[in-house]
């Protein structure tokens, strides 16, 4: 069903409502046919978009409120969250930054709701990964993130007035006897990079772009 303008081909054009036959609807801009411009997109499970489209596809500003009450505000591109945009999660942690096909990549400040903890810092892939500062009530750490883990030279910088250097290695792990009757192998639970201390110091201006990444 759709009720509104249309150009001399008979498209929809210019401003219209419709319901799709999947039960959406949608109120705002068309061209030529297409959902161009802004408008209000309601899905039937209960997700709501208001922003920009462009040939059917939500593209420029955009909020996007999903049905477990989580909600992205910010810019998209061809339908994917791409540029700088504000996701507020459904279990109250929020993340503010660049974004990449849907994904946290880029700069950005993850907000734990639970502890009050910020990661600010970079992103690949969603992941944590690259230079950051995780920044906790009255003590923060400053470091090199890999794969959403501290790992290599960092310090720890407490309130009080002091530092803790060091770094976070990678333990080994140490495969044990196999027994005979052990018939299927259970892969290995990833291994916590573990804090070794080098130093106390007072406040250092050290940060991790200092120094280049260690190679692989």
Known sequence: EYEGDRNSEGQRHGFGKARLPNGDTYEGEYECGLRSGHGTYRFKNGAL????????????????????GSKYAGDWMHD???????????????????????????????????????????WVNGIQDGPAELIHLNHRFKGRFLNGKPLGRGKFIFDI?????????????????????????????????????????????WSPHDEEPPSP
Do not use: M
């Open 49 to 68: 978009y208001t922003g920009n489209y462009l040939q059917n596809k939500k593209h420029g500003k955009g909020v996007f409120f999903y049905p477990d």
């Open 80 to 122: 994917q969250r791409q540029g700088y945009g504000e996701y507020l999660y459904a279990n109250g942690d929020s993340y503010a930054g660049e974004w990449v096909d849907n994904k946290r990549h880029g700069q950005g400040t993850y907000v734990y709701k639970d502890t009050g903890s910020k990661y600010v810092g970079c």
């Open 161 to 205: 007035g002091c530092e803790q250097h060091g770094e976070y290695i990678q333990p080994v792990q140490v495969k044990e006897i196999e027994k005979e009757e052990e018939e299927e192998d259970e892969p290995p639970l990833p291994l916590e990079p573990i804090w070794k201390v080098s130093e106390i110091t007072k406040l250092t201006p």
